[in-house]
Structures are given as structure tokens and as C-alpha cells.
């Protein structure tokens, strides 16, 4: 039988290719690479869909979080709340704005943080929610916003894995702040390279990072401040420009594939959770099983590719040491890293190819 790939970035953007050519050749003609009207153009456009007045284009999704961290402009040594099953690129974005990481445990049920631990971490020294909308699920962000107005917080969103996803028909990206988002090619809105945006309703934190991306600067050749080289490439604009149209579509043919998962699948696995109030796009669809090890080579045994996200929790990462207490623990990401896997949901996967899945899974 043919193997069925977790992903195929060729086959997930063949349908986009004549586009894209035309886009490529479009820029290249142009003779405009850097902060071109492509990028204006893919800003204004993210900014509407988003229902936000701001977007700015920046180099990829880790720049985009270390910007938003310091347009804040925080202080040195601040602390900042983050869910402890995280990417490590999210905590990545607090140290490199010199403040510390403050580890919350997940609810188990949505691997989103779990906002009745949040306020038990909050200190004298905590400054902002550092929330990750992980999966393709938002997080409970009514809760999450009233404990940081109570607490005069700042909230941050890393929606890296939440293109379009919606809380009550609100989108991700539009609660907190200043938010962040990542368009690495496996992301439901992914370019053809590193890209990545800022958005927000602020005109004052748009102006701070729109000068922070570009050296600092907003009149060539004069620094106000000391920045960055973090700018959106032109052509990844002209990309995501096609990618953005259609991105609508793309999440609701990965809810398409979901829904198979969640009719089919039987319940010896553990599978996200469903709820009317939240539009899911399904970045990932992952389960938990206590066998996840065996259970992904058996997988591949009968032709199916699989991912885990993530092996390890960052706490755990060998970059981390000496960053968090030796003490820490956190039972609730541990279980999750131990036993989640990822299963086949790409743009480019057919429905008989997700009923294979399930039919070979439910005979595990």
C-alpha cells in the first residue's frame, strides 16, 4: 500500500503553484525585495481578516514574539507566565527579552493553559500572559483576560498554530495586546520559507515594532532605538498574499478530516476536546494513548507517518538548565509529552486516506 505522509509541503501548495509563479515573477520585476508594497499589501490584508488594526510583518514567528515582548518595554528580571507544554521557541522569546519564564500547567483536556493555576504563579515581579493558543484550539481567553485586568497585566498570544481559529466568533490574535504569529510552511496560512506578523489595536505598540523590526529605525539611515533586522520578506508577502485567500478553505477541510477522527476513531484514544463557543482549525490533530511509542511504530509499520508534539517539555531541554529551579515540576505537561501523537490532517490528505488511518488505528 502507499505510504501515507504526516506531511508533504510539494503537495500541500501544488494547487497554489501557478500562482505563486506568477507572484514570484510579479516581485522580481518589481525590483523592490524589502519592505515592498507586497509586504503593505500582506499586512492590510492580515490586519482585516484578523478584524485588527495593525499587522506587521516580521522575519519569522520567534522574532515576532521577542518584538511583542519588547514593545512592552518591561523591565529587566520581569516574570512572565507561559503554559509549561509549550514549543521552546515561545519561552525562547522571554529570555532573549531578559525576563523569566513562569512555567502554568495545561488543562489536559485542551493542552491550552489551565487559567484556574495562573493566578497561584502571579508575583510582585509578573508582567504579562504569555498564552498559547496550541493545536489550532484558542484558549479560554474570557478568564484569562478578566485575571490579568484584575492583576493590571499585559497579555500576549502566541498564535503560531492558530490561523483563523475563533473563541464566540472572535478570532485569535484580537484579545491580548500585542500577539504574534508564525507562517513556517507547515502552518494552516504557511509560506515558502521563514515569515512572520505582529498584530495588534494599538497604534503605539504597531509604531514600536514596526521601528524595532527595521534596525531600530524609521528614517533610513536614523536609530531612534537599538533594533532589529527582522523584516518580512517581500516575496514571502507576495506567498502569503495567494495562501491568505484561500486559508478559510484550508482550515475548514482540515475540520472536514477532523470530523472524521471524531466519528470514527474509537474511544480507546484520547482526542481533543469539541465545544460549540470554539472554532478549532486543527494545525494539529492529536491524540494520547499510554502506549504512544509502540503505538506510532506500529503506525508506521502499516504505512502511516505520524509526528509527536512534543517529545520533550522545555523544562526538560538541555538549553534550559540553570533557566528554571531544578525542583520545578510539571506532572500535567510530562503526561501530555509522554503520550501524544500526532495524526495525518494536511490540506493535501484525502478523506479515504483519514479513514485508513482510523481503520488501521482502530484495530490497535
Same mark, same amino acid.
Given at each position: 500500500m502507499k505510504m501515507i505522509e504526516y506531511e508533504n509541503l510539494a503537495k500541500l501548495n501544488a494547487p497554489f503553484f501557478d500562482d505563486f509563479q506568477n507572484e514570484f515573477k510579479n516581485v522580481m520585476e518589481s525590483g523592490w525585495y524589502i519592505l515592498g508594497n507586497k509586504v503593505k499589501e500582506f499586512e492590510? *490584508?492580515?490586519?482585516?481578516? @484578523? @478584524? %485588527?488594526?495593525? %499587522?506587521?510583518? /516580521?522575519?519569522?514567528? +520567534?522574532?515576532?514574539?521577542?518584538?511583542?515582548?519588547k514593545s512592552l518595554d518591561i523591565e529587566p528580571g520581569s516574570e512572565i507566565l507561559v503554559p509549561s507544554n509549550t514549543y521552546i521557541a515561545t519561552i525562547l522569546s522571554i529570555i532573549h527579552? @531578559?525576563?523569566?519564564? $513562569?512555567? $502554568?500547567?495545561?488543562?489536559?483536556?485542551?493542552?491550552n493553559i489551565d487559567p484556574s493555576k495562573i493566578e497561584e504563579k &502571579?508575583? *510582585?515581579?509578573?508582567? /504579562?500572559?504569555?498564552v498559547v493558543h496550541l493545536y489550532g484550539k484558542i484558549c479560554a481567553m474570557d478568564e484569562i483576560i478578566e485575571i490579568a485586568r484584575k492583576h493590571n497585566l499585559y497579555v500576549v498570544e502566541d498564535c503560531a498554530q492558530s490561523h483563523g481559529a475563533m473563541l464566540k466568533n472572535r478570532k485569535g490574535g484580537t484579545f491580548g495586546d500585542i500577539n504574534a504569529f508564525s507562517f513556517y510552511p !507547515?502552518?494552516?496560512?504557511? %509560506?515558502?520559507?521563514d515569515a512572520g506578523a505582529i498584530v495588534t489595536d494599538s497604534e503605539k505598540l504597531a509604531e514600536k515594532v514596526t521601528v524595532l523590526r527595521n534596525y531600530g529605525s524609521s528614517k533610513k539611515y536614523y536609530n531612534q532605538v537599538v533594533g532589529f533586522n527582522s523584516r518580512l520578506d517581500e516575496l514571502q508577502a507576495a506567498f502569503l498574499l495567494v495562501k491568505l485567500k484561500h486559508l478559510d478553505q484550508i482550515n475548514q477541510h482540515k475540520r472536514n478530516l477532523a470530523s472524521l477522527y471524531f466519528k470514527y476513531l474509537k474511544e480507546d484514544f484520547v482526542k481533543p476536546v469539541m465545544h460549540p463557543d470554539y472554532y478549532d482549525v486543527y494545525h494539529i490533530f492529536n491524540i494520547r494513548h499510554p502506549q504512544r511509542d509502540? +503505538?506510532?511504530?506500529? +503506525? +508506521?509499520?502499516?504505512?502511516?507517518? !505520524?509526528?509527536?508534539?512534543?517529545? /520533550?517539555?522545555? $523544562?526538560?531541554q538541555k538549553a534550559m538548565e540553570g533557566i528554571f529551579e531544578n525542583a520545578i515540576v510539571t506532572p500535567v505537561? *510530562?503526561?501530555?509529552?509522554?503520550? !501524544?501523537? %500526532?495524526?495525518? &490532517?494536511?490540506?493535501f490528505h484525502k478523506e479515504d486516506e483519514i479513514l485508513r488511518v482510523i481503520e488501521i488505528l482502530n484495530q490497535y
Open positions: 492590510n *490584508d492580515f490586519a482585516e481578516y @484578523n @478584524n %485588527s488594526k495593525y %499587522s506587521i510583518g /516580521v522575519a519569522n514567528g +520567534l522574532d515576532a514574539l521577542i518584538l511583542a515582548i527579552n @531578559n525576563c523569566k519564564p $513562569v512555567l $502554568v500547567e495545561p488543562d489536559i483536556a485542551t493542552y &502571579i508575583t *510582585d515581579k509578573t508582567r /504579562v500572559i504569555l !507547515t502552518k494552516n496560512l504557511g %509560506s515558502l520559507g509502540k +503505538l506510532k511504530q506500529y +503506525l +508506521l509499520k502499516h504505512e502511516i507517518k !505520524t509526528e509527536i508534539h512534543y517529545p /520533550v517539555p522545555p $523544562v526538560k505537561a *510530562d503526561e501530555i509529552h509522554d503520550t !501524544t501523537l %500526532s495524526l495525518p &490532517i494536511s490540506y
